[in-house]
């Protein structure tokens, strides 16, 4: 009978423990959401910069003109290269003047 009421006991703590953990991870979560990645806004900042931007419309009429067609080998590798690279060099640039 002594066991028994050591086990009530003990499991009656524990009920509350596991609630006020849920409480701080809610916290967490609201804080998650307000961060913002750095790196995300720099690459929409570059990629509305004038040079990314005629490489975004080329890369954007090369997909128009290859899904227009039904049969063809283009790809438009080159031209998401070319993007890519442009986006990234903008990006380089303005990344590391964030960080702390």
Avoid at 9 to 17: H, L, Q, S
Avoid at 38 to 56: D, Q, V
Avoid at 75 to 94: G, N, P, S, W, Y
């Amino acid at each position: 009978m002594v066991f028994e009421n050591k086990m009530i006991m003990n499991g009656e703590p524990d009920d509350e423990e596991e609630e006020a953990p849920a409480e701080e991870e809610g916290d967490e979560e609201e804080e998650e959401e307000d961060m913002v990645d750095p790196l995300e806004t720099i690459r929409a900042k570059c990629e509305a910069s004038e040079h990314c931007t005629h490489t975004r419309e080329r890369l954007e009429a090369c997909t128009a003109r290859v899904g227009s067609r039904s049969h063809t080998q283009e790809e438009c590798t080159e031209e998401l290269f070319d993007f890519l690279h442009a986006r990234d060099h903008c990006v380089a640039h303005k990344l590391f003047h964030n960080v702390k």
